[in-house]
């Protein structure tokens, strides 16, 4: 049997489950943005990306409100939050050259929300045949970019974009 290191998600795996700060509360307000890999930062809501990626470029966007349904959430922070998903998609799709872009929330441990108490919505970038053989058979994602990388290039498509125009 082959065995395929992961050192990084140990941390992930020895505390699902249990009771503990809310990270998408406190992440921000450390104000440590490279290190916790916040990406932007809107007046209602941040990109952060995905600790634990389904593929390079995995973003999150996250109201700054601690909510746990969308119907809990304000009006006008929804829509910042699907603005900022829409320019999400278009950094994912110019640095990641994707086939394609899941978006999607997540309500509840149910639907597989890893984090059930505060909303957020999933930006990842999609290729043709993107689930290999280590995936489909060896139940093994393999992520061919470190998270230093991703944030870089996701930070600056961020700041050199103009949040008021439409991008195409």
């Not at 020895?14 to 890999?37: H, K, S, V, W």
Request: hydrophobic letters at 40%; glycine letters at 6%.
């Amino acid at each position: 049997m082959d065995h395929l290191w992961s050192p990084w998600r140990y941390q992930y795996v020895t505390t699902a489950g249990q009771a503990l700060d809310c990270i998408f509360c406190t992440l921000p307000a450390e104000n440590r943005d490279p290190e916790n890999y916040i990406v932007y930062r809107g007046r209602l809501n941040f990109v952060i990306l995905n600790r634990y990626p389904y593929t390079s470029g995995h973003l999150m966007v996250v109201p700054y409100e601690h909510a746990p349904l969308l119907a809990e959430v304000a009006e006008e922070t929804l829509m910042e939050m699907i603005l900022l998903v829409r320019r999400a998609e278009t950094h994912v799709r110019a640095n990641y050259s994707a086939d394609g872009v899941n978006m999607g929330i997540n309500v509840g441990r149910a639907a597989g929300a890893g984090v059930t108490g505060h909303i957020h919505m999933h930006v990842l970038p999609r290729w043709i045949a993107d689930a290999n053989f280590m995936t489909s058979v060896g139940e093994t994602r393999v992520l061919p970019e470190d998270l230093t990388v991703t944030y870089e290039k996701l930070w600056k498509a961020f700041q050199n974009d103009s949040p008021l125009a439409p991008q195409r």
